[in-house]
């Protein structure tokens, strides 16, 4: 997996911030510096949003980019009219994307249309899709299922995200104008987000990539604002309805599917608290469940520039000026929205292949967290202590990285019990107080 979030190693100070916020228990901290377990990273940004010290950041493409082939297509997000104050006119933000040197735009919220039509028609199907119907729009939120709710990859939409939709119709169309070959056209995504960064170079349930790179919205928005400008000559480049720019925030996607039995949910730990109550069959009147793991959806993406909440305000100010939809499934875009592929566990919890193996582990992880402190305090480098448990266990750590265990050794070498004035304050025992 190449993945977009990453640490900048001179910046980062080890002060275990990032570790307490990872939902996927993806960091440690060793010998000072974060590091980042690849298999377990789902690319949220968390990490990115709570390091003090700009340690992480988001690797996507630059416009440079763009002269690598002979014709580009921007396919802009629609969280990216979000940004922009007092924009009433969508055709604003998409003359300005030609204005820095893109040959033609595609909005996603075109090809979300079309998904939200498709969906509808799907769900209208008796026993076409099982309930709840999760969307796959958020690849963070898709790579958690695969990672720790794999009974419920069945219940994610098979359609591919309005994204990859837009880029293949993009191609397409680009082809059919310039008489070029497919590989000579471009076609960059304006991302939000490093989870989707990252799905354009590892899609989720595609044989290979669709889209040629993914460029920041925070990178694009200082190009853009010089050159974005009202004028009678404005072109008419929209195509998209207030369905479709309504995926930029969440419940925009449900909504869309005009029923009532849904529920859209962001931020990443309420997404993992209702998937834990779908797993416990606490919510079976859901029929649909959009999940984003940034807050209030895709404007809350940790590449944008805007607050979500003015983002969210903003979005709604520019819908009001807009039909209800303006695009319908079309012959062949079933076939060709639908993954190639099932889901696959990304089994990054197993402890071992071997079940008897794993079932000895899991005991001495059981054994050994329960020695340990329970202070969860993160001084060993690991998020919890049953975390370090499993990293000792797995091999990964030693006892004596905890820091209770280190005063036990150091009471030992010093020979007279006066570890205590070694310790910070915060892991000094009261005189006369018990072990820990
Ligand atoms: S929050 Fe994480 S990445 Fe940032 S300085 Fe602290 S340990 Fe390093
Ligand atoms: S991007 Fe998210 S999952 Fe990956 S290390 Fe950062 S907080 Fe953890």
Redesign the pocket.
């Known amino acids: 997996m190449n ?1 977009s ?1 990453t640490l900048i190693r001179d910046k980062c100070k080890g002060c275990t911030t ?1 570790i307490k ?4 228990e ?2 440690r901290v060793r010998r000072g510096k974060a590091i ?1 377990v690849a298999e ?9 949003r709570v390091c003090p010290h700009h340690a ?1 950041r988001a690797v996507c493409d630059g416009l440079d980019r763009l002269s690598e082939f002979d014709y580009t297509v921007a396919l802009p997000a629609p969280s990216l009219y979000g940004q922009f104050h007092n924009l009433d006119d969508v055709n604003i933000v998409l003359a300005a994307l030609l204005d820095i040197g893109f040959d033609a735009v595609f909005e996603v919220a075109r090809a979300a249309e079309i998904i939200s039509d498709m969906t509808r028609q799907e769900m209208g199907t008796p026993g076409a899709l099982p309930r709840p119907v999760i969307s796959s729009a958020c690849p ?1 939120s898709v790579r958690l299922i695969c990672q720790r709710f794999p009974g419920l990859m069945a219940n994610v939409l098979p359609f591919m995200a309005p994204v990859e939709l837009a880029s293949v119709l993009a191609r397409r169309e680009a082809m059919n104008k310039t008489g070029l070959s497919p590989e000579r056209i471009g076609v960059f995504f304006l991302t939000p987000c ?1 989870a989707k960064a990252t799905a354009v170079r590892n899609p989720i349930g595609l044989a290979a990539p669709v889209i040629d790179g993914a460029i920041a919205l925070s990178e694009l928005y200082l190009h853009l604002l010089p050159v974005m400008k009202k004028r009678p000559d404005l072109p008419d480049l929209a195509t998209a309805g207030l369905m479709g720019l309504g995926w930029a925030v969440s419940g925009g996607e449900s909504a869309a599917l005009l029923g009532e039995s849904y529920l859209a949910v962001d931020g ?1 730990e309420n997404v993992i608290q209702v998937l834990e109550d779908i797993e416990d069959g606490k919510l079976p009147e859901v029929e649909f469940l959009e999940l984003s793991a940034c807050t209030q959806g895709c404007v809350g993406g940790c590449l944008t520039v805007e607050n979500p909440f003015a983002a969210k305000a903003r979005m709604k100010r520019l819908m009001k000026f807009l039909p209800v939809s303006r695009n319908k499934v079309g012959p062949g875009d079933k076939p060709l929205a639908s993954w190639g592929a099932f889901l696959s566990h990304t089994p990054v919890f197993r402890l071992d292949a071997d079940m008897q193996a794993a079932l000895e582990k899991q005991a001495r992880i059981e054994a050994l967290a329960a020695q340990l402190p329970g202070l969860d305090c993160s001084s060993c480098g690991a998020p919890s202590c049953r975390s370090l448990a499993e990293d000792v266990v797995l091999g990964f750590a030693s006892e004596e990285d905890c820091i209770f265990r280190m005063r036990e050794r150091v009471m030992y070498l010093s020979g007279d019990g006066d570890a205590e004035q070694f310790l910070p304050p915060p892991f000094r025992r009261d005189p006369g107080a018990g072990d820990n």
């Not at 916020?21 to 996927?24: E, I, L, V, Y």
């Open positions: 993945h979030v990032c916020h990872c939902p996927t993806a960091i980042i377990r990273c789902i690319d949220c940004g968390q990490c990115i992480k963070a490093p990443i």
